[in-house]
């Protein structure tokens, strides 16, 4: 007994430290204060600030640049992702061992690598500054991605579905498109899911890669170069950061709240049957 | 023209692995040849084959207390993710619902880590801790402890019990049936945690910068090729992309199976 509330205790101090900053930022966003202290009481000023702000503008500017970059190369990366994942799948056993290899190159690497040496790459070859570097560098981390959460579904799927499609007089294509695209299309998904946030979320190849002539910032890059030599964090960027929490963790929330609850469901079961 | 899709179409079946060939040349031109690039420009200098940069590296009064301070704050980072993270990491392998509470410790991760860093960093000024080598630490740990848990709750919660009855029906004492079953049956998922840890950790950009001023390796490859050095910030990401290697070397080693890679 004693032994379960240590350890639960544990466990919550732990996960209490590990939330502190992301709710102590929204808490204290409600007090217009630098200080953590809540000297005006409860208010909602700094969120009225964001209105009048010098930087929102900036800010504005830097979030249509995120999603833009976002949706153009999650969409390319689930697309091509897909795709390639089909195509390794139906690999010979030693290239598709090779291309999967290949695949896990930008993920295990790591990423002030793959930044630098997208950046060398793309002065030898003389590739125009600006989204087009960006959207490159975007892909070439997120499609990996898509690929390993196609994959399981593929290897999942009884070969014997798409045989007998074709058996039942259906064209190749059209078996494609009815029997093996439905079947792996969570995977396509969650891939998509994860290429969007992991592009949005990007910070380091964005800011090797943006340039420093081209004036483009996405978020990260925006928050970065305005605090990196800042002393104290104004209230306007308390109610900022909070609205930014509040929005990924929600969208979070709404992708996953499907499997969660099914996770949940079936620890209960679990449960049941003990 | 038209006979010719036909054609193609009959052939589908087989020419199915043909979807890969656009991916695997994408990934040969902007991830294989970057890479390549950084190996030549390592040994290149003013366009011939030398090992100038590697000198320059050497002699460069920066850069090796720079590696140094990285791999001390790496190696105290991991120790202390380790120490912290392993009992999370066992009392939630007991648990039955330690998976959904294994999700609450990634969840803070999907906010951006500059966020997190800057909040920690405004925490701190506010409670008059100055920013210094222990602020960077702490940072560390806070950014990737999550690292640490996952691979070690994987392992700890794939730990087949009959082992551990067997231990305590032979007469072990709680302490010994950690000592020796649950410990060296976990140490797959500690060597993964380890390195997920340390890599990222002496490879990660900003972070140090912003809580404690203090440059480590990332932090000066940036530099090296924001100022222009592409030779010897090749030579540096060179030396990062053998971490790598190595790393993962050891990890493949230890997990045959490689369970606890798995990190979303």
Redesign the interface.
């Known amino acids: 007994m004693v032994k379960k509330t240590l350890s639960n205790a544990y466990i919550l101090i732990i996960m209490a430290l590990l939330y502190a900053p992301i709710i102590l930022i929204i808490v204290f966003s409600f007090a217009n204060t630098s200080n953590f202290t809540f000297r005006h009481g409860f208010t909602l000023e700094a969120y009225r600030s964001i209105f009048n702000f010098p930087q929102t503008p900036y800010l504005l500017d830097a979030l249509k640049n995120t999603l833009f970059i976002a949706v153009v190369s999650s969409v390319v990366s689930t697309i091509m992702g897909s795709v390639a994942a089909i195509g390794i799948y139906n690999l010979k056993q030693r290239p598709r061992r090779i291309v999967e290899n290949i695949n896990q190159m930008p993920i295990i690497n790591s990423e002030i690598v793959m930044a630098v040496a997208l950046m060398l790459f793309f002065i030898t070859f003389k590739f125009p500054q600006g989204y087009v570097r960006l959207i490159i560098g975007h892909i070439s981390f997120c499609t990996p991605y898509v690929v390993l959460s196609v994959m399981p579904r593929l290897i999942q799927m009884d070969p014997n579905v798409y045989e007998a499609a074709l058996d039942l007089g259906a064209s190749p294509v059209k078996a494609l498109f009815k029997v093996i695209i439905p079947i792996i299309f969570p995977g396509i998904m969650s891939g998509f899911a994860m290429a969007f946030t992991l592009s949005m979320d990007d910070f380091i190849i964005t800011q090797i890669n943006k340039g420093t002539t081209t004036g483009i910032d996405t978020l990260s890059t925006y928050i970065y170069s305005s605090q990196h030599n800042a002393r104290g964090l104004n209230p306007f960027w308390f109610a900022v950061f909070s609205i930014i929490i509040v929005v990924v963790l929600a969208l979070l929330l709404i992708i996953n709240l499907n499997k969660l609850i099914k996770r949940i469901n079936k620890e209960r079961k679990n449960e049941k049957s003990f | 023209m038209k006979s010719k899709i036909k054609k193609l179409?009959k052939n589908?079946?087989i020419t199915?692995?043909?979807?890969?060939?656009?991916?695997?040349l994408?990934?040969?031109i902007?991830?294989?040849?970057?890479?390549a690039?950084?190996l030549i420009?390592a040994f290149m200098v003013d366009q011939r084959l030398s090992f100038g940069n590697f000198i320059s590296l050497v002699q460069d009064r920066a850069s090796l207390p720079t590696l140094l301070t990285s791999l001390l704050v790496g190696l105290v980072t991991t120790i202390t993710c380790l120490v912290?993270g392993y009992?999370?990491a066992y009392?939630?392998a007991k648990r039955?619902?330690g998976?959904?509470?294994a999700?609450?410790?990634i969840?803070?991760m999907?906010?951006?880590?500059?966020?997190?860093t800057?909040?920690?960093?405004?925490?701190f000024?506010?409670l008059g801790i100055d920013l210094g080598m222990g602020t960077v630490i702490f940072g560390m740990v806070?950014n990737f402890?999550p690292f640490m848990i996952l691979p070690l709750h994987t392992t700890l919660s794939n730990i087949d019990k009959s082992y551990i009855e067997a231990a305590q029906d032979l007469g072990a004492s709680p302490s010994i049936v950690f000592l020796k079953a649950t410990l060296p049956l976990s140490i797959p998922g500690i060597i993964s945690g380890i390195t997920m840890v340390f890599?990222?950790t002496i490879?990660?950009?900003?972070i140090s910068?912003?809580l404690g001023g203090i440059y480590l390796f990332?932090d000066s490859?940036?530099s090296k090729?924001n100022h222009g050095m592409?030779g010897v910030?090749?030579v540096m990401?060179l030396i990062?992309?053998v971490f790598?290697i190595i790393s993962?070397v050891f990890i493949s080693k230890v997990n045959k199976g490689g369970a606890a890679r798995n990190l979303?």
């Open positions: 179409l589908f079946r199915r692995s043909a979807f890969s060939y656009p991916y695997i994408f990934m040969l902007f991830v294989v040849l970057p890479l690039l950084i420009n912290v009992p999370v009392i939630l039955k619902s998976r959904i509470i999700l609450l410790f969840l803070p999907w906010v951006n880590f500059l966020i997190r800057l909040s920690t960093r405004a925490m000024e506010a806070y402890i890599i990222p490879s990660t950009f900003a910068q912003l990332g490859i940036y090729f592409y910030g090749s990401s990062m992309l790598v993962n979303w």
